[in-house]
Nanobody, 127 residues
Framework: QVQLVESGGGLVQAGDSLRLSCAAS????????MGWFRQVPGKERAFVAG????????AYSDSVKGRFTISRDNAKSSVYLQMNSLRSEDTAVYYC????????????????????WGQGTQVTVSS
């Protein structure tokens, strides 16, 4: 079992930056893939960015490419999402997710590939 705890959400203005953090913990847990998804009311959860801890590959949705950066800190079992040049359409609840050590290479972009989820953190961008 893996517990994921997000932090760093908040209210910012368009053009500002924000950094989300996600810390993973658990007894003898194994994680290869971690990702960030976001969801707005009435819509499905959407992939934002992901990173594979084994081969260090990353992937981004087209809507955030060039503005957001995902990174990791092995020692802290954490993953981060640096969000720059925020737009009103980035407003959503952001969720951290991980697999159960299944995917040794590459990044998966579908929610079904992830086994564990955080509680979510709200990001609101005012225009």
């Amino acid at each position: 079992q893996v517990q994921l705890v997000e932090s760093g959400g908040g209210l910012v203005q368009a053009g500002d930056s924000l950094r989300l953090s996600c810390a993973a913990s658990g007894r003898s847990f194994v994680v290869n893939l971690m990702g960030w998804f976001r969801q707005v009311p009435g819509k499905e959860r959407a992939f934002v960015a992901g990173i594979n801890w084994n081969d260090d590959s990353t992937a981004y949705s087209d809507s955030v490419k060039g503005r957001f950066t995902i990174s990791r800190d092995n020692a802290k079992s954490s993953v981060y999402l640096q969000m720059n040049s925020l737009r009103s359409e980035d407003t959503a609840v952001y969720y951290c997710a991980s697999d159960a050590g299944v995917y040794s290479r590459g990044v998966r972009t579908t929610p079904g590939a992830y086994d564990y989820w955080g509680q979510g953190t709200q990001v609101t961008v005012s225009s």
